[in-house]
């Protein structure tokens, strides 16, 4: 009989769901606080069900001998060493929609509480005081409302602002113009947004591109009086920089259920005017917490028991028969996709995936989850294989897939294009009989290229000389290469490089290599290998 430990506070209906389906399970809630104990004892549990108090940390999954499944009751899993728990062979799922429209209130709650100052003016009367014309606020009715990611919690908030008889406009590269229309929201530029909006609400995880993406120069450009709402992750504002503009004047208020350090002891937006704050309560609803817990028991007790896998942030769904021969195709699959997603920034409308040969005949459903988890990954950190799907519907994006004969020289063969608002962008590659993956063509171009971690991706003019004055630019900046793979169409047209670096490539290094003659684009990409 398989054990599974719960070592956060999660619903009873959760023990007894493991407990129907024939699984033992030790209700600890408090033990996730203590890591050395918690280390002491994970190793005689096969599967660990947890919230954000556990912190399965590198230590504790080396001591986890016998554990398959992490399961988070919720979306975040920065408390989760994923790669650690990856290279154990533990699965780690999640519960991605679970809390959802709990999230979603919280935002417009808190948009009302800094529209009419709620807080102060309840703290105040209840004080004593009648204090009715400090507390003049405003009204959100005709307000147009900037979403900042508006993807599954963003699109609820959205559809309840346009209920309130807000303007809603969204910046988010993913949504495509007709979900924007089916939403009620006008599609438009980050810029544009920060620009327009009365009240901002952001709804974006937190990566690389949008850390700090309201900032002092982004708050510069803002309506004077504007109010701000992060129910998101804390970090995607500059918080210091709020608070000065607060101090300012410049923004009449803002409304954080997150912060950069959590628990949030002190902060810069604390004790400022206006400024509403409550401790991470948007996932905070008996509703939410039933429905995470419900979810994620009956995951991993169907996982331990019958093998079946959902909502995995480290592995698809494929079954045990079919997974040595797939293997090899999910890391083409996952390239492809990764390689297409970080060269997008501009709206994605379609995704087309064309399988040839011998993979034709495999399991492409799985294949397409991961392709569309690579395409996405790079601006929505959380989607993983299994939500990759149902976050490209919500998103209205089309995906077309196409299986067929071989017909050209590849015994196998994936191509994959991204039909975006201004381009197609497409990338194919095969696996050979080494069962390593290649890259076999980009835009039309031919080329065969074995990704490392750490790939340097140019187009440009083809020109005599330009690879001189590349090695060059590259050997000053003391980056080596590792591989170099090349590709035109014929002499003088367009050309592209495709660079195995050794290290990381710096945007100093990119700015340079854009100021070479001929250059069209340059960008760092990175990979697992």
């Given at each position: 009989m398989a054990k599974v430990l719960i070592s956060d506070k999660l619903s009873p209906t959760a023990v007894q769901i493991f407990k129907d389906k024939g699984v033992e399970v030790d209700y600890l809630p408090d033990l996730g606080?203590?890591?050395?104990?918690?280390?002491?004892?994970?190793?005689?549990?096969?599967?660990?069900?947890?919230?954000?108090?556990?912190?399965?940390?590198?230590?504790?999954?080396?001591?986890?001998?016998?554990?398959?499944?992490?399961?988070?009751?919720?979306?975040?899993?920065?408390?989760?060493?994923?790669?650690?728990?990856?290279?154990?062979?533990?699965?780690?799922?999640?519960?991605?929609?679970?809390?959802?429209?709990?999230?979603?209130?919280h935002a417009i709650a808190m948009m009302f509480a800094v529209a009419r100052q709620i807080p102060a003016a309840d703290v105040s009367t209840q004080a004593g005081k009648w204090e009715k014309s400090k507390f003049m606020g405003v009204e959100i009715t005709s307000k147009t409302l900037g979403i900042i990611g508006c993807g599954n919690i963003g699109g609820i908030v959205a559809t309840r602002a346009v209920g309130l008889k807000m303007k809603v406009i969204a910046f988010d590269p993913f949504l495509s113009p007709e979900r924007a229309v089916e939403l009620g929201v006008e599609k438009v530029e980050l810029a544009d947004l920060f620009k327009r909006a009365d009240f901002i609400s952001l709804h974006t995880p937190l990566t690389d591109k949008t850390r700090n993406i309201v900032s002092a120069e982004a708050i510069a450009t803002m309506k004077?009086?504007?109010?701000?709402?992060?129910?998101?992750?804390?970090?995607?504002?500059?918080?210091?920089?709020?608070?000065e503009a607060i101090k300012a004047g410049k923004v009449a208020g803002a409304a954080f259920d997150v912060f950069t350090e959590e628990p949030a002891k002190e902060n810069p937006l604390f004790g400022l005017p206006n400024v509403v704050c409550t401790p991470h309560l948007g996932a905070s609803t008996s509703e939410a917490q039933e429905n995470v817990a419900i979810q994620v028991a009956e995951q991993m007790a169907d996982y331990l028991v019958n093998g079946a896998v959902s909502n995995a942030l480290n592995m698809p769904s494929i079954t045990a028969e079919e997974a040595p021969r797939l293997t090899p195709f999910i890391k083409l699959a996952d390239q492809l996709g990764s390689f297409a997603g970080q060269l997008t920034e501009s709206g994605l409308k379609g995704i087309r995936i064309e399988y040839e040969g011998d993979v034709a005949e495999m399991n492409t459903r799985a294949l397409t989850s991961v392709v569309l988890a690579?395409?996405?990954?790079?601006?929505?950190?959380?989607?993983?294989?299994?939500?990759?799907?149902?976050?490209?519907?919500e998103r209205g994006i089309t995906i077309e897939e196409t299986r067929r004969e071989q017909q050209g020289n590849y015994e196998n063969y994936i191509r994959l294009t991204l039909v975006?608002?201004?381009?197609?962008?497409?990338?194919?590659?095969?696996?050979?009989?080494?069962?390593?993956?290649?890259?076999i063509q980009i835009k039309g171009i031919n080329m065969e290229a074995e990704l490392g971690e750490n790939m340097l991706y140019i187009t440009n003019k083809?020109?005599?000389?330009?690879?001189?004055?590349?090695?060059?630019?590259?050997?000053?900046?003391?980056?080596?290469?590792?591989?170099?793979?090349?590709?035109r169409k014929q002499a003088g047209d367009d050309a592209i490089a495709l660079i195995e670096i050794d290290g990381n490539i710096s945007d100093k290094v990119i700015s340079q290599i854009e100021a070479l003659e001929g250059v069209v684009q340059a960008k760092a990409l990175k990979f697992s290998v």
């Amino acid at each position: 009989m398989a054990k599974v430990l719960i070592s956060d506070k999660l619903s009873p209906t959760a023990v007894q769901i493991f407990k129907d389906k024939g699984v033992e399970v030790d209700y600890l809630p408090d033990l996730g606080k203590d890591k050395d104990k918690l280390i002491e004892v994970i190793g005689q549990y096969d599967g660990l069900a947890i919230r954000s108090a556990t912190k399965a940390t590198e230590k504790v999954i080396a001591a986890a001998d016998n554990l398959k499944v992490i399961g988070r009751a919720g979306i975040g899993v920065d408390n989760v060493d994923i790669e650690k728990a990856t290279q154990r062979g533990i699965i780690v799922m999640n519960t991605p929609f679970g809390n959802s429209i709990t999230t979603a209130e919280h935002a417009i709650a808190m948009m009302f509480a800094v529209a009419r100052q709620i807080p102060a003016a309840d703290v105040s009367t209840q004080a004593g005081k009648w204090e009715k014309s400090k507390f003049m606020g405003v009204e959100i009715t005709s307000k147009t409302l900037g979403i900042i990611g508006c993807g599954n919690i963003g699109g609820i908030v959205a559809t309840r602002a346009v209920g309130l008889k807000m303007k809603v406009i969204a910046f988010d590269p993913f949504l495509s113009p007709e979900r924007a229309v089916e939403l009620g929201v006008e599609k438009v530029e980050l810029a544009d947004l920060f620009k327009r909006a009365d009240f901002i609400s952001l709804h974006t995880p937190l990566t690389d591109k949008t850390r700090n993406i309201v900032s002092a120069e982004a708050i510069a450009t803002m309506k004077d009086g504007v109010r701000i709402i992060n129910c998101a992750r804390g970090g995607l504002v500059d918080e210091v920089a709020l608070a000065e503009a607060i101090k300012a004047g410049k923004v009449a208020g803002a409304a954080f259920d997150v912060f950069t350090e959590e628990p949030a002891k002190e902060n810069p937006l604390f004790g400022l005017p206006n400024v509403v704050c409550t401790p991470h309560l948007g996932a905070s609803t008996s509703e939410a917490q039933e429905n995470v817990a419900i979810q994620v028991a009956e995951q991993m007790a169907d996982y331990l028991v019958n093998g079946a896998v959902s909502n995995a942030l480290n592995m698809p769904s494929i079954t045990a028969e079919e997974a040595p021969r797939l293997t090899p195709f999910i890391k083409l699959a996952d390239q492809l996709g990764s390689f297409a997603g970080q060269l997008t920034e501009s709206g994605l409308k379609g995704i087309r995936i064309e399988y040839e040969g011998d993979v034709a005949e495999m399991n492409t459903r799985a294949l397409t989850s991961v392709v569309l988890a690579g395409v996405l990954k790079p601006l929505l950190q959380t989607v993983n294989m299994v939500s990759a799907p149902a976050v490209a519907k919500e998103r209205g994006i089309t995906i077309e897939e196409t299986r067929r004969e071989q017909q050209g020289n590849y015994e196998n063969y994936i191509r994959l294009t991204l039909v975006t608002e201004r381009q197609e962008r497409s990338v194919a590659g095969t696996v050979f009989g080494d069962a390593k993956p290649r890259i076999i063509q980009i835009k039309g171009i031919n080329m065969e290229a074995e990704l490392g971690e750490n790939m340097l991706y140019i187009t440009n003019k083809d020109k005599p000389g330009f690879i001189g004055r590349l090695g060059t630019l590259l050997g000053t900046s003391e980056l080596n290469i590792a591989t170099f793979n090349l590709g035109r169409k014929q002499a003088g047209d367009d050309a592209i490089a495709l660079i195995e670096i050794d290290g990381n490539i710096s945007d100093k290094v990119i700015s340079q290599i854009e100021a070479l003659e001929g250059v069209v684009q340059a960008k760092a990409l990175k990979f697992s290998v």
